[in-house]
Structure formats: C-alpha cells, structure tokens
C-alpha cells in the first residue's frame, strides 16, 4: 500500500499513473476509521480507476482546543483497516506544515447562509476550517469524485456549495449514515465513550426516529419542545441543538410545504464528547 506524507510525493505520483481517461475517487478522513468509512471506500473502488483516501486531522475546523488534542489518531490501524480493502488505495497522511505551508489559518468563505445554521452557530469559524481544507485537498488529488457520509448533512451540503461557487471539476457524492447495532450513529468520536456512554447514546437516534414520526401530525416548534424535554431527563447528556430545517437551505422551518424536503440535526454532549446525527424527513 502506498502512503504519501507530503503532497509534493503524492502530486508527483498521480501524475506520473493518471491520465485523462483515468477516473479518481477520493475519500477525505480525519482517520479513526469505521465501516461508515469503509463504505465510502469501497464505493470508490466500485467506481473510479484509481482510489485516494486522505489521513488529516485539520486543526483549522476545531474551536475547541481539547477537542482537536482529544481526537483520536491511529494511522496504523486505519491503514490496516484499508488493506483488508483494497491494497491499491493511496494513503495521503500528511502533515499540518505541509497541508498549510507554515500557515495554519483558515481562508474565509461564503457558502450564501449555509455556513450559519446549525453547526456553524455553535462552531464559529468550522465553515470555513473545513472549505479551507476540502478546496485545498481538492486542488492537490484533482478527483473526479469525492465521497462524503451523510451524518455530516451540513458538511456536505457546503462542500457541494463550494465546488459550485469555485466552479471545481469534482462529483460530490454523499452515502448514507452507518450506525451501530443500537442504532447511533458511526463517527470517529465514539471511540472515546465507554461501553455504558455507547449503549446510552442509543436514545439520539431513538429521539430522531419518534420526531419524524410526528412530524407527520406535529408543528417544528412542538417537536422541537418535546426533544428539548426529553434530554432534560436524560442527566447524563446535554442537547446543544435539535433543529428541522429544509434540506437545501438549511433554514428552520416555519411550515411544512409540499414538494419540499425536511431535515432534523441533532447535537448532544455524552460527558465532553460531541456527537451530532441527522435524519431525513421525508
């Protein structure tokens, strides 16, 4: 398997394989890879000539200081995890100095309002951390398609935003959350909650199944009430934000209209570990 830790190696390498009619897939990971990883992989495999998976854990898209020292690297076992795939991906794991050249700052973006709901509320400057890196990625692997999982919805819809503002040559395919037997949702964070924090964290995806159940007869506002008591009872976890919005401008909703489709995005704290979910609506 071949890993790159510069992206002068990794340029000079994609450029002596490829070729106009070689299609590349590329799958960005901040590592701490899970089968939600892994599909996107191997979705990439299925469709494109030639893989890249990139290793990076971006600082620029942190707000918390803790929280980017806390997050979990395992470059060793997630290249172990790779080979059971394929062993012709193309591992990019390189370096803060090398992705941002001695300059670890973010380049402001605007994604027309996308960037101000949600996460962008709670995260100030995430928005433009996670542009500011997927562009540059972008530029260094040239894929023909990149793949993103659904959980991150806003991410998602951003990176979409920001290939079409910078007219980028790139297919961005979003895939479906993979989740746990109990239901939550896949994400490299989980590695920090014990057994008991992981069977509990049960009741996010739990509280998302019964607010689409009742979106069918309830109002946002009454839905949103009865999520926010929910997690009152629930001492062990703290709701940062539960929120139903359009899926295309990411707005609250004010009323259902036909035709349209419906989002709920969800934040919760299991002691200092953030986990966020969506689920679609319609």
């Given at each position: 398997?071949?890993?790159?830790?510069?992206?002068?190696?990794?340029?000079?390498?994609?450029?002596?394989?490829?070729?106009?009619?070689?299609?590349?897939?590329?799958?960005?990971?901040?590592?701490?890879?899970?089968?939600?990883?892994?599909?996107l992989m191997t979705e990439s495999l299925k469709e494109n000539d030639l893989t890249v998976v990139s290793i990076f854990v971006n600082p620029t898209q942190f707000n918390n200081k803790e929280d980017l020292e806390k997050y979990p690297r395992t470059l060793e076992s997630d290249v172990e995890k790779m080979k059971t795939l394929d062993d012709?991906?193309?591992?990019?794991?390189?370096?803060?100095?090398?992705?941002?050249?001695?300059?670890?700052?973010s380049q402001s973006f605007d994604f027309d309002g996308l960037e101000n709901q949600m996460e962008g509320k709670h995260r100030p400057g995430h928005f433009d951390g996670v542009g500011t890196i997927v562009k540059r990625l972008f530029?260094?692997?040239?894929?023909?398609?990149?793949?993103?999982?659904?959980?991150d919805f806003q991410q998602?819809?951003?990176?979409?935003?920001?290939?079409?503002?910078?007219?980028?040559?790139?297919?961005v395919i979003g895939r479906p959350i993979f989740r746990e037997k109990n239901g939550l949702a896949m994400s490299s964070r989980n590695e920090r909650l014990t057994?008991?924090?992981?069977?509990?964290?049960?009741?996010?995806?739990?509280?998302?199944?019964?607010?689409?159940?009742?979106?069918?007869?309830?109002?946002?506002?009454?839905?949103?009430?009865?999520?926010?008591?929910?997690?009152?009872?629930?001492?062990?976890?703290?709701?940062e934000y539960f929120e139903i919005a359009d899926e295309s401008t990411?707005?609250?909703?004010?009323?259902?209209?036909?035709?349209?489709?419906?989002?709920?995005?969800?934040?919760?704290?299991?002691?200092?570990?953030?986990l966020i979910d969506t689920i679609s609506l319609n």
């Open positions: 398997m071949l890993i790159f830790s510069t992206q002068a190696d990794l340029k000079a390498h994609l450029k002596s394989v490829s070729s106009s009619k070689i299609t590349i897939g590329f799958v960005p990971t901040m590592g701490a890879l899970h089968k939600g990883h892994l599909s012709a991906i193309i591992v990019f794991a390189p370096s803060v100095d090398d992705i941002y050249e001695g300059k670890t700052i530029e260094i692997v040239t894929p023909t398609n990149a793949y993103f999982g659904e959980k998602l819809q951003i990176v979409k935003k920001m290939v079409e503002k910078a007219k980028l040559p790139v297919n057994a008991e924090e992981k069977e509990k964290a049960a009741i996010i995806n739990k509280t998302l199944l019964e607010a689409k159940e009742q979106f069918g007869t309830k109002n946002a506002n009454e839905i949103i009430e009865w999520v926010e008591k929910t997690f009152k009872k629930e001492t062990d976890f703290k709701l990411l707005l609250p909703i004010e009323t259902k209209v036909d035709g349209k489709k419906y989002r709920a995005f969800i934040a919760v704290f299991v002691n200092e570990i953030r």
